[in-house]
């Protein structure tokens, strides 16, 4: 599958009143921010590489972007992945299939210490 076929478009949203969101004991932006081994462009990959475009959705044409909100915990693993805006089924359970299979991350830190931090990606599918 080449990249153009499947555009995946990571993004960082910030929903917050704060420049540091806490929510027990998990947060949404901090000091420094959890990473990806390698960054974006490796997550980006990570996800090229991975991703399965469902059967039905491309027999169907359909494509579109799937929001997906996670928490990397303070040891840096993916959990608690849901879907924020849907799009279609097959579509919402690859987005969460992909996220949810994500190798662990560099945790994020808040005043020296790792934290739980929540992350928003827009998964898209182009035919």
Not at 29 to 58: C, L, R, S, W
């Amino acid at each position: 599958m080449n990249l153009r076929k499947i555009s995946i478009f990571i993004l960082l949203f910030a929903v917050s009143s704060s420049s540091f969101a806490q929510t027990k004991a998990s947060y949404v932006v901090v000091e420094k921010m959890p990473t990806f081994a390698g960054g974006d462009q490796a997550f980006t990959k990570y996800i090229h590489d991975n991703i399965q475009y469902p059967a039905d959705a491309k027999k169907e044409k359909i494509s579109g972007i799937v929001y997906v909100k996670f928490l990397i915990t303070s040891q840096g693993k993916v959990t608690n992945a849901r879907i924020l805006r849907k799009r279609h089924s097959s579509l919402d359970a690859e987005a969460l299939r992909i996220i949810n299979s994500s190798p662990a991350w560099t945790p994020g830190m808040q005043s020296g210490k790792k934290v739980a931090v929540w992350y928003t990606v827009p998964v898209k599918f182009t035919l």
